[in-house]
């Protein structure tokens, strides 16, 4: 299947500084990736969509200028969490879907666990 | 709104025995696809298996298979002979169809342990 890759898988941070994650298609485009947070037993919560070329789309009670959402091309979309803090210590996991491809699943980077100290 | 129950936070199975997740949807839509999430203590998600609405037949992939029934807007997965490597966090997703680009609505998830 295809393979979405998100990096880095663990990331420890002081606080009020910022942190960038990465989620790169490998082998397919796609036009819309999907940033999540999942709290420690707990299910995911869709943060933001994340359109290629344009502005992204975010979820209600989610700060846009606290994570910033850019996806510059098809195969890469990043977020940054800015002037970080504890409370935005999470597990932070993105997905896509294949463009060129109707009626498939999403598949799923392997996940960022942000830890703010 | 589209929402999704699972109301079942843990399951527990004995190896080789079949265990049963339930999910219930809550959609107007009639055209969206369902799935199972499988997520290891790795973290990474891992699909399970997907259906699609307009399909009447249950999908099936091994020893998974889903009971579907759109009218009582229920989805529950079925494990069959599970496997000490089935122990994990299962979600139910939802998506609107219509070849959108829509996200996943999961429901809370349930942790299945499997019992030597």
């Known amino acids: 299947g295809a393979v979405v890759s998100q990096h880095p898988s663990r990331v420890i941070c002081k606080s009020g500084t910022s942190v960038k994650i990465e989620c790169r298609s490998l082998d397919f485009q796609a036009t819309t990736m999907f940033w999540y947070r999942q709290f420690p037993k707990k299910s995911l919560m869709l943060m933001a969509t994340s359109n290629e070329g344009s502005k992204a789309t975010y979820e209600q009670g989610v700060e846009k200028d606290k994570f910033l959402i850019n996806h510059a091309s098809l195969t890469l979309s990043t977020l940054t969490v800015t002037s970080a803090h504890p409370e935005d210590s999470s597990f932070y996991i993105c997905?896509?879907?294949?463009?060129?491809?109707?009626?498939?699943?999403?598949?799923f980077g392997q996940g960022t666990r942000l830890t703010v100290v | 709104a589209q929402t999704v129950t699972q109301s079942q936070p843990e399951m527990s199975v004995q190896e080789a025995e079949t265990v049963t997740l339930s999910c219930t949807y809550d959609?107007?839509?009639?055209?969206?696809?369902l799935f199972w999430y499988k997520q290891p203590p790795s973290r990474q998600m891992i699909l399970v298996i997907r259906?699609?609405?307009?399909?009447?037949q249950n999908a099936t992939e091994n020893r998974f298979s889903v009971n579907f029934q759109k009218a009582a807007k229920s989805f529950s997965l079925k494990i069959s002979d599970s496997q000490l490597g089935d122990a994990a966090m299962y979600f139910c997703?939802?998506?609107?169809?219509?070849?959108?680009?829509?996200?996943?609505?999961f429901g809370k998830g349930t942790k299945l342990s499997v019992k030597p």
């Open positions: 997905s896509a879907r294949d463009r060129g491809a109707s009626n498939t699943e999403a598949f």
């Open positions: 997703a939802y998506r609107t169809g219509g070849g959108s680009q829509g996200n996943l609505i």
């Open positions: 259906q699609e609405a307009y399909k009447q």
């Open positions: 959609t107007s839509e009639s055209d969206y696809y």
